[in-house]
């Protein structure tokens, strides 16, 4: 069990845990994900560290889009992030790229959501392993992660 799921029992937050068969040739882990549970793009999230002169910090967007940085920093109030080095978001978040979960991370990170995450019923995220993602609500994601949300999907 993953930290990401321990938290979702722990906090009797309803979920469902998909899991597949990771190809470990495919490098765009998300749409794996997508395609792989016949799901549409645009309800599978993808989690990316950022990182400010400040602080490291989270978003969330559909595997279907890219981040924007521009976008990701205003929500965030400050001037420009980038994307975080591999190695601080594995000791940040104590997983693995490809498998960073926004859930049960070592230390909480400010989390911005792309807004388009509340059109859904239900959304799928990382659920801390390559092969294993987690469907719940957005509104619940949110709660669990005391994040905000904003446009930070671009194309």
């Known amino acids: 069990m993953t930290p990401a799921i321990r938290l979702l029992k722990k906090q009797k937050i309803p979920h469902t845990v998909h899991e597949y068969k990771h190809d470990t040739s495919v490098s765009s882990y998300g749409e794996e994900a997508a395609q792989k549970m016949g799901v549409q793009a645009g309800r599978v999230f993808k989690t990316l560290v950022v990182q400010s002169d400040k602080m490291l910090a989270v978003g969330i967007v559909p595997v279907s889009s890219k981040l924007s940085l521009k976008n990701m920093a205003k929500a965030l109030g400050v001037k420009k992030v980038a994307m975080a080095d591999p190695k601080d978001v594995e000791n940040a ?3 693995i790229l490809g498998g960073v979960s ?3 991370q070592k230390k909480r990170l400010k989390t ?4 388009s995450a ?7 995220v990382s659920a801390g392993r390559r092969g294993l993602e987690v469907e719940l609500s957005a509104s ?6 005391q ?3 904003a446009e ?3 194309l």
Request: no cysteine.
């Open 118 to 124: 509340f059109e859904y019923d239900s959304v799928f």
């Open 93 to 95: 978040t104590g997983y």
């Open 140 to 145: 619940d994601l949110k709660k669990l992660l």
């Open 102 to 104: 926004p859930l049960g």
């Open 112 to 115: 911005v959501i792309d807004e």
């Open 147 to 149: 994040a905000v949300y």
């Open 152 to 154: 930070i999907a671009g």
